[in-house]
């Protein structure tokens, strides 16, 4: 078994501090067995008291800190998974239509249904992405409208409203008319993947998120 000397040895070799205030108060109740009137011991213990339960206090206080940070990423990074899950379907949507305009009609028995099913598909897009993306100042326009309606549309459904008229001047029978579309759609896709990225903001986010892991190491 160890003896005294050496436990309070390994209480002193301790990184987090508490081995030494251990030890600090085992000296002091050693070599006070029989303290007399007015000793200034119970003040030290006192101290000792206070600084201890302070001490556990801020450490308890910046662990549920960090853990609380931590706990708000991960709903943020389940909230952006979803967002982004939505946003690919979206752009796959558009890449498809944009490449649709460089077909010969003519050549293509399924032009007019492919035409007609990407009008469908962009039409439930923009209504899921109200979900993630609602309008705004909805205090101020639109009050006749649904719930989900009133207010403005933020810029990343307005390219695709964009997108979907675009769709839907697609002309089944020329070719030569759908050529110039093809650019305008590109160019609403390159607007959506850049509205996206900001409401994402993945850069902050991966700046902020190893900030809070370096405050916990």
Not at 37 to 59: C, D, H, M, Q, R
Not at 95 to 117: E, I, M, V
Not at 189 to 197: G, L, P
Request: contains cysteine; aromatic residues 10%.
């Amino acid at each position: 078994m160890k003896n005294e000397g050496e436990q309070r040895q390994q209480d002193i070799n301790r990184d987090d501090g508490s081995g030494i205030l251990k030890t600090i108060t085992m000296i002091l109740l050693a070599s006070t067995t029989d303290p007399v009137e007015g000793s200034i011991l119970p003040v030290i213990f006192t101290i000792i008291g206070a600084i201890w339960t302070l001490s556990v206090f801020f450490i308890n206080y910046q662990n549920e800190k960090l853990k609380k940070k931590i706990e708000h990423f991960k709903l943020l990074k389940d909230y952006n998974a979803e967002l982004k899950k939505w946003a690919n379907n979206t752009i796959d949507l558009m890449s498809t239509a944009g490449h649709l305009c460089l077909l010969d009609p003519k050549k293509d028995s399924q032009f007019y249904n492919q035409r007609h099913n990407l009008l469908i598909a962009l039409s439930a897009e923009i209504d899921k992405g109200r979900f993630f993306l609602p309008n705004t100042e909805i205090d101020g326009h639109g009050q006749y409208k649904a719930a989900a309606y009133q207010g403005f549309r933020v810029k990343a459904l307005n390219v695709l409203v964009d997108c979907y008229d675009l769709v839907k001047s697609i002309d089944y029978m020329d070719q030569q008319k759908n050529i110039p579309v093809t650019k305008q759609i590109m160019e609403c896709k390159r607007n959506f993947v850049s509205e996206v990225q900001i409401q994402l903001d993945p850069r902050k986010f991966e700046i902020d998120f190893i900030e809070t892991i370096k405050q916990g190491l």
